[in-house]
């Protein structure tokens, strides 16, 4: 479904080239929730933002359903983001002005209220559906985000360190999200440092300088 082959990322600072993704090849699957784990600093951001075309690689090719990006073009790529991709970040990015269901219904687009209503009461949320981003906690913040990446119904759901600003308990609610989405069939691409929030996951690869490995 998805798949890059041997794609690298390089910077150029003061003439010096350093690889923050080096020569990977990955290929995920249908309904796989696949983890990339691995400390900061060693490519895993990077390495998504590759896999969802939000940046180009320095060099290799990302294919999605055999799709060359590249062949995409900029507004091809963005449409295939907007239809088909999710993104939940550490940061939930939510807008401070619009209510949780607002939020939600900003990304479904018209006639998405139903969809954002009941994917927000799935998460727990049902209560708090007119509250702004600043009357909910952390957790449920980012659950709100969730509820935003998932109401466009994506195939895939890219997640960068979601859990990273929260608490035990507020970590786990979201991952559950996720793992929800997952066992009703959705792709979850998530990297994380944290071990513990790839429980569920089919496949747990590791990162170590830009270079990507099993378990
Ligand atoms: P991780 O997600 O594992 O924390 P990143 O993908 O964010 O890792 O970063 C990988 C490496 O690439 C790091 O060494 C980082 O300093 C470097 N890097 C990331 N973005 C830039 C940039 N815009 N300019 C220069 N170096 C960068």
Sequence with gaps: MLEARD???????????????HHVDLRVSRGEFCGIMGPSGNGKSSLLYLLS???????GTVLYEGRDYRALGARGLADLRRRHFGFVFQQHF???YLTALENVMLAGGPGSKREAMALLARLGLGECLHRFPHQLSGGQRQRVAVARALVSRPRVVFADEPTASL?????????SAL?????????????THDPGVLRGADRVLTMQGGRLSAG
């Design 7 to 21: 794609v690298s990322l390089t910077y150029t600072a003061g003439g010096v080239r350093t690889y923050a993704v």
């Design 53 to 59: 075309g939000l940046r180009a690689p320095t060099g």
């Design 94 to 96: 939510l807008i401070g």
């Design 167 to 175: 608490d035990r308990q507020s970590a786990q609610e979201v991952v």
């Design 179 to 191: 793992e929800e989405y997952h066992r009703a069939g959705g792709t979850v691409i998530l990297v």
